[in-house]
């Protein structure tokens, strides 16, 4: 199944209610991987995803997540693999999920040293051992279950309204839609030629030529490398992560490589854009 995602319209909608709400909200694909629609999360999760090893950890717990939805209907609410309340819910297609609306993380009504206990062995993994990311754990927002059963409700119709608008569908692809589509979903990936070309199943020879059409002229490594500044350079203004981390969260584990593929495309350091554009924000 093909699924087409109309990512400024998802990408409002989510930033809408985080101004509103300071709660995120994100979309997984049928698989359940993340479709890289916000960026923006609380201090303890951007911690743990600035590591390969948190970051695997949080795609797998995203895998699992819509594997073993059991709901009848609505959201699902479970803790992740470090021990964070977040909810689940899917929106069909008839009968067929095309996609996964999810919510978190948060804090339950609990006492929150009960739940930081519940945690603390849940981390134990973490550079340095677990108490590096207690402070963070305690600045999550707590929810009671009144106010939780309220946000998934206008989830729930907000929901419908995504279904209405057709911001998700399920359709038949053309070869170039399908490499626009696996490039957004998946440019934070160590991607070659080849492991493009067996995803998709095109030959490597049009798969180039599909490149050039998308890229305007240039090739599949231009066309990757263009999609991973875009998403460094709003990683740089909206968050504290390293630039080493920030080059790691879009596929290029090189730093000093990322920083001369950045300044090609941009005339300038990443440290030097960060600069510019937090002041410019001020």
């Known amino acids: 199944m093909n699924v087409l995602f109309d990512q400024k319209q998802l990408l409002q909608l989510v930033t809408n209610l985080y101004v509103l709400t300071g709660m995120t909200a994100n979309i997984l694909d049928p698989k359940g991987q993340d479709i890289n629609l916000f960026q923006d999360h609380p201090p303890f999760c951007k911690a ?17 997540k819509v594997k073993n939805y059991t709901a009848d209907k609505g959201f699902q ?13 899917p929106l069909y297609d008839k009968k067929r999920p095309l996609a996964y609306l999810i919510f978190g993380c948060f804090l339950d009504g609990s006492p929150i040293e009960e739940q930081w206990e519940r945690t603390r062995p849940l981390v134990e993994w973490y550079p340095g051992g677990a108490d590096r990311l207690r402070d963070a754990f305690f600045q999550f ?12 409700k206008t989830l729930e119709a907000l929901a419908a309204y995504i279904q209405l608008k057709g911001m ?3 359709t038949e692809q053309t070869d170039l839609q399908k490499l626009e589509q ?5 440019y934070m990936e160590k991607l070659s030629l080849e492991s493009i070309s067996d995803a998709l199943h095109i030959g490597r020879t049009k798969l180039c030529r599909l490149a050039k059409e998308l890229s305007g002229g240039r090739t599949l490594s231009f066309l990757l490398s263009q999609r991973r500044i875009e998403a460094a350079k709003g990683l740089l203004v909206q968050s504290s992560l390293p630039v080493y981390a920030v080059a790691e969260s879009v596929g290029i584990s090189d730093y000093n490589y990322f920083s001369r593929v950045f300044r ?5 350091t990443p440290r030097d854009f960060r600069k510019k554009g937090r002041n410019f924000a001020g």
Do not use: K
């Not at 743990?48 to 699992?64: F, K």
């Open 264 to 268: 090609s495309f941009t005339g300038v």
């Open 168 to 170: 998700i569908l399920s």
């Open 48 to 64: 743990i995803n600035a590591l390969p090893e948190g970051h695997a950890r949080c795609v797998a717990c995203d895998a699992w």
């Open 77 to 89: 609410f479970y803790r992740c693999h470090a021990g964070i309340c977040e909810a689940l819910m």
């Open 141 to 152: 927002r707590q929810y009671t279950a009144p106010q939780l059963n309220a946000y998934a």
């Open 182 to 186: 696996y490039v957004e979903q998946h």
